[in-house]
Nanobody, 116 residues
Framework: QVQLVESGGGLVQPGGSLRLSCAAS????????IGWYRQAPGKQRELVAS???????DYADSVKDRFTISSDSAKNTVYLQMNSLKPEDTAVYYC??????????WGQGTQVSVSS
């Protein structure tokens, strides 16, 4: 069973930065895509950023130029560097992986709160 463990969330002031980590229990190359979703209270879960086919990166329009997704294959870990954080970035952030046989795997989520 694939396990995804997120870390790095917390409380930060507007304009601040955080880096989230998602450690996978197997090689990130075993997934067709892996990335980050978020869910704010009362809203649907939405894509933040993902890596497809090992190298293609997709971002939500709301985070382009502020967030960067990256990976370290040696550590089976995907990162989300979040800069210039805004209150509207407040949400639970989830790591999600999609296997080549179309199975979804989710992490437990990590809370990001942006407030002064």
């Amino acid at each position: 069973q694939v396990q995804l463990v997120e870390s790095g969330g917390g409380l930060v002031q507007p304009g601040g930065s955080l880096r989230l980590s998602c450690a996978a229990s197997e090689s990130i190359f075993s997934f067709s895509s892996i990335g980050w979703y978020r869910q704010a209270p009362g809203k649907q879960r939405e894509l933040v950023a993902s890596i497809r086919s090992g190298s293609f990166k997709d971002y939500a329009d709301s985070v382009k130029d502020r967030f960067t997704i990256s990976s370290d294959s040696a550590k089976n870990t995907v990162y989300l560097q979040m800069n210039s954080l805004k209150p509207e970035d407040t949400a639970v952030y989830y790591c999600r992986a999609l296997s080549f046989d179309a199975r979804f795997y989710w992490g437990q989520g990590t809370q990001v709160s942006v407030s002064s």
